[in-house]
T-cell receptor, first 112, second 115 residues
Framework: GNSVTQMEGPVTLSEEAFLTINCTYT??????LFWYVQYPGEGLQLLLK?????DKGSNKGFEATYRKETTSFHLEKGSVQVSDSAVYFC???????????FGTGTRLKVLA | AAGVIQSPRHLIKEKRETATLKCYPI?????VYWYQQGPGQDPQFLIS???????DKGSIPDRFSAQQFSDYHSELNMSSLELGDSALYFC??????????????FGEGSRLTVL
């Protein structure tokens, strides 16, 4: 079946450090891939998405590239801020289904 | 722009009582999802509806039931509440038809506390 595997957290970084959160997936067909973010006390919100191979999603300085050859969708940011502290979820949905598959979430803490 | 509306935002119940949570999806969205998030836990998928029909079922206890109505709002009914049901319950909606990518839009959640 379809699945998403994320690197385990928590991840603790200093402000302005480079961030990578790894995400790999298993899916049949051509899934759409997403990163969602959950700030403390809030619901999940879409951070970025990619719908086909080699697409790059980007938002708020975050980027992720849909790599079909390595079945990966790693999240990166060149310089993190304290306000980026949150839990990040990688997710996929396979075409023709309504079933979202979420990863287990990676907690990021950025220190000033 | 209209967002996903959940009510109530906070609810306190005693053990063995019942509770009903409501979700109003974004207009014209055809799919609704329910998730449960315990303290410090990741969201767990409970159930989803597409065009008012149940489309998928996750780890929803038998004590819980849900439905989507003709106006597309959805309700999650929880009976015989247990302490372990205390959690944040999220509703999300999406538009799955056409060329849409199916991104989820989450509500702010309903926090249920069972005493």
């Amino acid at each position: 079946g379809n699945s998403v595997t994320q690197m385990e957290g928590p991840v603790t970084l200093s402000e302005e450090a480079f961030l990578t959160i790894n995400c790999t997936y298993t899916a049949t067909g051509y899934p759409s891939l997403f990163w969602y973010v959950q700030y403390p006390g809030e619901g999940l919100q879409l951070l970025l998405k990619a719908t086909k191979a080699d697409d790059k999603g980007s938002n708020k300085g975050f980027e992720a590239t849909y790599r079909k050859e390595t079945t990966s969708f790693h999240l990166e940011k060149g310089s993190v801020q304290v306000s980026d502290s949150a839990v990040y979820f990688c997710a996929l949905i396979s075409s023709g289904t309504y079933k979202y598959i979420f990863g287990t979430g990676t907690r990021l803490k950025v220190l000033a | 722009a209209a967002g996903v509306i959940q009510s109530p935002r906070h609810l306190i119940k005693e053990k063995r009582e019942t509770a009903t949570l409501k979700c109003y999806p974004i207009p014209r969205h055809d799919t609704v999802y329910w998730y449960q998030q315990g303290p410090g836990q990741d969201p767990q998928f409970l159930i989803s509806f597409y065009e008012k029909m149940q489309s998928d079922k996750g780890s929803i206890p038998d004590r819980f039931s849900a439905q989507q109505f003709s106006d597309y709002h959805s309700e999650l009914n929880m009976s015989s509440l247990e302490l372990g049901d205390s959690a944040l319950y999220f509703c999300a909606s999406s538009l799955m038809t056409g060329a849409n990518t199916g991104e989820l839009f989450f509500g702010e959640g309903s926090r249920l506390t069972v005493l």
